[in-house]
């Protein structure tokens, strides 16, 4: 049986890998086929396929369920009850509407929108909505988030923007989003939003710096409920029963133990529906259930059985969960825990059992995290070794001993006040670690590397006496250490990032680094932090040579004070220097400048008669083993006359095309003299600029130039000087993703 449990595990979870699903005649196959094996040996294969058929049939309709092509990008107007805890910031209000309906179209399940100074909206309500609808997108970078998966794992079929609306009906049955008001509105020492985290799951209200923090320190599990909280929960419920049963004070006629287990999952469950039941939080109470079930009756079954049977359970009532990266740590957590306190010899001391599974969690979960591609907090060991405890034994009991007695006078808020006090001195402490020992973004690692890692990683926790279990470390270094890209004398790594509406470009010879631009900023919400620094540490940059903001504008510069901030920049140069951070000491872009790095050369160029800042954008020139590369920033038509005067207006390989495919730019003589036999497109999906414009798109189509588009493809690689193919990170083919298509094959004139 626990091998067909094992089966049933590895085919719900083969949805991971999946590049497409099958057919739908497949899946109707596969169970029928799966029940002809099951009387026989091939009971495990019946059992793996059972699993994969119903993982695939979930997912299939979930794909089935997002908007439809036809309406992307449409303005409906439609009605639906707000569900889940809304959350406002900058102005913003984001809410999921459920039960939605239009008059004429069909509409997805869930559909998570944004209110641009739209009026405070509660749970429950019905409003009716001009959304402006869209499929689910996001930004697509290699090792980066894949926001796709997070809406798919969600059931979010559509996303959009409210243009203007109407509430239908109060808010009922409500009471979650009354009790966020009513802790937000206590005093708890400026820790509110905290407390509302803690008690209902809500981390909206958290500031970007507390998150920050949490994630430097390794500690964001403790802000999330999770496993910890429900188990504690349970645990002290359990644990009160059994000293009640011990000393006597449990009445005798009603049997401790089963009585204990009920108890402890009766409050498993309500802190889970506090807390909203999410995906987590069932995965939580899944796991609480059946650790209380082998507590009560089937303690024979050794430990893993237990965990064999939550993974299961998880999977089968949510199989889109193994999308989420929580998924994964959590139960490898689990594990991790199992596989170092099973098997010893003797019991540690309590204390050398606490500080020890801290380390072996973060040994444990290091190969995880670096192949969801996650920062790695150096500090996590130590911060957890006094944030869990502290926040497990006095902030947690506190926050909700508080909120269960709001209602009486003084003593609810009191409660709520001290344990505001207490998470505000944790955060204190948490920062300053912070700022000492901030979050490692380790480099990408080949998969054989990364293999020889996971095996060290088993190594190390395996108990003392193990063959070969010191040669662990080795193997766990090999990843944190391993071989960096050797890029050929000549040539030039080129990477367009997909930021959005905006604009960034990583070249990389073989001793240098030049960022030409640094993604977009808009309020808090900064792509710079989010996308360009990340993406710089992964391919292994310490440091950048040359940081070129081709203008002020903020979509290309907005994110040059964080990169500053997160690496070292040796040189910043930009076409304006008015509008950038005093910090960053600015240089003026000069024309002509001309330099060498490792047999590759780079040539600056500025209009010397513009006057606003697109036309300020200072243009860089590469050329690497004769293969050029043009980066154009934004500069318009008049700037592009003057280019064609100078000596970058020669054939070229590789263009950017200016200021995002405007009509503004990308003029017939300039693209006629140029001719690039391929072009990059930076922009935004469905950008309310309608960047590219058609008549951009048809001259490079004349032309029969390649278009590389990062709203279409995601990021784009390029190996300038080789002559070869660019990758592109959405010909990663995953089942939840569109393929590859080129949309602007079609028959256009040459305007």
Same mark, same amino acid.
């Given at each position: 049986m626990r091998t067909g449990m094992f089966a049933l595990a590895l085919g719900l979870l083969a949805l991971r890998l999946l590049p497409v699903l099958p057919p739908v005649g497949w899946l109707l196959v596969l169970p029928v086929v799966a029940l002809m094996l099951l009387p026989f040996r091939t009971y495990p294969l019946a059992f793996f396929l059972l699993g994969l058929a119903w993982a695939c049939f979930?997912?299939?309709?979930?794909? @089935?369920?997002?908007?439809?092509?036809?309406?992307?990008?449409?303005?409906r107007w439609l009605e639906g009850r707000v569900s889940g805890l809304p959350q406002q910031s900058s102005g913003v209000v984001r809410f999921e509407l459920s039960d939605s309906r239009s008059r004429q179209d069909r509409l997805p399940q869930r559909i998570r929108v944004s209110w641009q100074g739209g009026p405070? !909206?509660?749970?429950?309500?019905?409003?009716?909505?001009?959304?402006?609808?869209?499929?689910?997108?996001?930004?697509?970078?290699?090792?980066?988030?894949?926001?796709?998966?997070?809406?798919?794992?969600?059931?979010?079929?559509?996303?959009?923007?409210? +243009?203007?609306?109407?509430?239908?009906?109060?808010?009922?049955?409500?009471?979650?989003?009354?009790?966020?008001?009513?802790?937000?509105?206590?005093?708890?020492?400026?820790?509110?939003?905290?407390?509302?985290?803690?008690?209902?799951?809500?981390?909206?209200?958290?500031?970007? %710096? @507390?998150?920050?923090?949490?994630?430097?320190?390794?500690?964001?599990?403790?802000?999330?409920?999770?496993?910890?909280?429900?188990?504690?929960?349970?645990?002290?419920?359990?644990?009160?029963?059994?000293?009640?049963?011990?000393?006597?004070?449990?009445?005798?006629?009603?049997?401790?133990?089963?009585?204990?287990?009920?108890?402890?999952?009766?409050?498993?469950?309500?802190?889970?529906?506090l807390a909203g039941f999410a995906v987590p939080v069932q995965r939580a109470c899944v796991m609480v259930g059946l650790v209380l079930l082998w507590r009560l009756r089937f303690r024979h079954l050794g430990i893993w059985w237990p965990l064999l049977l939550a993974l299961n359970a998880v999977?089968?009532? %949510?199989?889109?969960?193994?999308?989420?990266p929580g998924f994964w740590l959590s139960f490898a957590a689990v594990a991790v825990l199992l596989l170092a306190f099973s098997g010893r010899l003797g019991p540690w001391r309590a204390w050398q059992a606490w500080t020890r599974a801290q380390w072996l969690i973060a040994i444990g979960l290091f190969p995880l995290l670096l192949i969801l591609g996650l920062p790695i907090s150096l500090s996590a060991p130590l911060a957890n070794l006094f944030a869990v405890p502290w926040i497990s034994?006095?902030?947690?009991?506190?926050?909700?001993?508080?909120?269960?007695?709001?209602?009486?006078?003084?003593?609810?808020?009191?409660?709520?006040?001290?344990?505001?006090?207490?998470?505000?001195?944790?955060? +204190?402490?948490?920062?300053?670690?912070?700022g000492h020992v901030p979050a490692w973004m380790p480099a990408e690692v080949p998969v054989g590397y990364w293999l020889l890692s996971l095996l060290g990683a088993v190594l190390l926790l395996m108990p003392k006496g193990i063959p070969f279990r010191l040669l662990g470390w080795p193997l766990l270094l090999l990843a944190v250490f391993p071989p960096r890209e050797s890029i050929p004398l000549g040539q030039v790594a080129v990477e367009q990032l997909d930021v959005g509406q905006g604009l960034s470009i990583v070249l990389r010879t073989r001793n240098h680094v030049l960022l030409y631009d640094a993604g977009p900023r808009v309020g808090d919400f @900064?792509?710079?932090?989010?996308?360009?620094?990340?993406?710089?540490? +992964?391919?292994? !940059?310490g440091q950048v040579d040359l940081m070129l903001l081709s203008h002020a504008d903020a979509d290309h510069a907005g994110g040059a004070a964080a990169v500053a901030r997160g690496l070292p920049v040796r040189r910043v140069v930009g076409g304006e220097t008015q509008g950038l951070p005093a910090f960053l000491d600015t240089q003026a872009c000069v024309s002509g400048e001309q330099w060498e790095w490792d047999g590759v050369v780079f040539q600056l160029w500025q209009w010397a008669d513009a006057r606003n800042g697109n036309a300020k954008s200072c243009v860089l020139q590469v050329q690497a083993n004769g293969e050029r590369?043009?980066?154009?920033?934004?500069?318009?038509?008049?700037? %592009?006359?003057?280019?064609?005067?100078?000596p970058l207006a020669v054939a070229t390989d590789w263009l950017q095309v200016p200021h995002h495919g405007s009509r503004s730019s990308s003029s017939w003589p300039f693209v006629q003299q140029l001719a690039p036999k391929a072009v990059l497109i930076s922009r935004g999906r469905g950008n309310g600029f309608g960047h590219p414009h058609p008549q951009v798109v048809a001259r490079y189509q004349y032309l029969r130039s390649t278009l590389y588009d990062s709203a279409e493809q995601g990021a784009v690689r390029l190996r300038l000087g080789a002559f070869e193919a660019p990758v592109m990170a959405r010909s990663q083919r995953r089942f939840w993703r569109a393929p590859v298509i080129d949309s602007y094959q079609r028959p256009v004139p040459a305007t």
């Amino acid at each position: 049986m626990r091998t067909g449990m094992f089966a049933l595990a590895l085919g719900l979870l083969a949805l991971r890998l999946l590049p497409v699903l099958p057919p739908v005649g497949w899946l109707l196959v596969l169970p029928v086929v799966a029940l002809m094996l099951l009387p026989f040996r091939t009971y495990p294969l019946a059992f793996f396929l059972l699993g994969l058929a119903w993982a695939c049939f979930s997912a299939q309709r979930a794909l @089935d369920d997002r908007l439809i092509p036809a309406l992307d990008g449409q303005t409906r107007w439609l009605e639906g009850r707000v569900s889940g805890l809304p959350q406002q910031s900058s102005g913003v209000v984001r809410f999921e509407l459920s039960d939605s309906r239009s008059r004429q179209d069909r509409l997805p399940q869930r559909i998570r929108v944004s209110w641009q100074g739209g009026p405070p !909206v509660r749970s429950g309500e019905r409003w009716r909505l001009a959304v402006t609808l869209k499929r689910p997108s996001g930004l697509l970078n290699f090792q980066g988030f894949d926001q796709e998966a997070w809406l798919l794992a969600q059931r979010v079929g559509a996303t959009g923007s409210v +243009k203007d609306g109407q509430r239908l009906a109060p808010a009922r049955h409500a009471w979650r989003d009354g009790v966020r008001q009513q802790l937000l509105a206590v005093d708890a020492r400026g820790r509110e939003a905290g407390l509302a985290a803690l008690v209902l799951g809500d981390g909206s209200g958290l500031a970007a %710096e @507390d998150w920050r923090i949490l994630q430097d320190t390794g500690t964001v599990h403790l802000l999330v409920i999770s496993g910890q909280h429900i188990g504690l929960l349970s645990g002290l419920i359990y644990a009160l029963v059994a000293g009640l049963a011990r000393y006597g004070c449990w009445p005798r006629r009603l049997p401790w133990l089963p009585w204990a287990c009920g108890l402890a999952f009766a409050a498993a469950l309500a802190y889970g529906l506090l807390a909203g039941f999410a995906v987590p939080v069932q995965r939580a109470c899944v796991m609480v259930g059946l650790v209380l079930l082998w507590r009560l009756r089937f303690r024979h079954l050794g430990i893993w059985w237990p965990l064999l049977l939550a993974l299961n359970a998880v999977l089968l009532l %949510e199989p889109l969960a193994s999308l989420q990266p929580g998924f994964w740590l959590s139960f490898a957590a689990v594990a991790v825990l199992l596989l170092a306190f099973s098997g010893r010899l003797g019991p540690w001391r309590a204390w050398q059992a606490w500080t020890r599974a801290q380390w072996l969690i973060a040994i444990g979960l290091f190969p995880l995290l670096l192949i969801l591609g996650l920062p790695i907090s150096l500090s996590a060991p130590l911060a957890n070794l006094f944030a869990v405890p502290w926040i497990s034994l006095l902030v947690l009991p506190l926050a909700l001993a508080g909120t269960l007695l709001l209602t009486v006078p003084w003593l609810g808020s009191g409660l709520l006040w001290l344990a505001g006090g207490a998470l505000d001195w944790l955060f +204190k402490a948490l920062a300053w670690l912070a700022g000492h020992v901030p979050a490692w973004m380790p480099a990408e690692v080949p998969v054989g590397y990364w293999l020889l890692s996971l095996l060290g990683a088993v190594l190390l926790l395996m108990p003392k006496g193990i063959p070969f279990r010191l040669l662990g470390w080795p193997l766990l270094l090999l990843a944190v250490f391993p071989p960096r890209e050797s890029i050929p004398l000549g040539q030039v790594a080129v990477e367009q990032l997909d930021v959005g509406q905006g604009l960034s470009i990583v070249l990389r010879t073989r001793n240098h680094v030049l960022l030409y631009d640094a993604g977009p900023r808009v309020g808090d919400f @900064d792509l710079g932090e989010r996308v360009v620094l990340p993406a710089l540490r +992964k391919l292994g !940059v310490g440091q950048v040579d040359l940081m070129l903001l081709s203008h002020a504008d903020a979509d290309h510069a907005g994110g040059a004070a964080a990169v500053a901030r997160g690496l070292p920049v040796r040189r910043v140069v930009g076409g304006e220097t008015q509008g950038l951070p005093a910090f960053l000491d600015t240089q003026a872009c000069v024309s002509g400048e001309q330099w060498e790095w490792d047999g590759v050369v780079f040539q600056l160029w500025q209009w010397a008669d513009a006057r606003n800042g697109n036309a300020k954008s200072c243009v860089l020139q590469v050329q690497a083993n004769g293969e050029r590369l043009l980066l154009t920033g934004d500069i318009d038509r008049e700037a %592009e006359r003057a280019l064609l005067a100078t000596p970058l207006a020669v054939a070229t390989d590789w263009l950017q095309v200016p200021h995002h495919g405007s009509r503004s730019s990308s003029s017939w003589p300039f693209v006629q003299q140029l001719a690039p036999k391929a072009v990059l497109i930076s922009r935004g999906r469905g950008n309310g600029f309608g960047h590219p414009h058609p008549q951009v798109v048809a001259r490079y189509q004349y032309l029969r130039s390649t278009l590389y588009d990062s709203a279409e493809q995601g990021a784009v690689r390029l190996r300038l000087g080789a002559f070869e193919a660019p990758v592109m990170a959405r010909s990663q083919r995953r089942f939840w993703r569109a393929p590859v298509i080129d949309s602007y094959q079609r028959p256009v004139p040459a305007t």
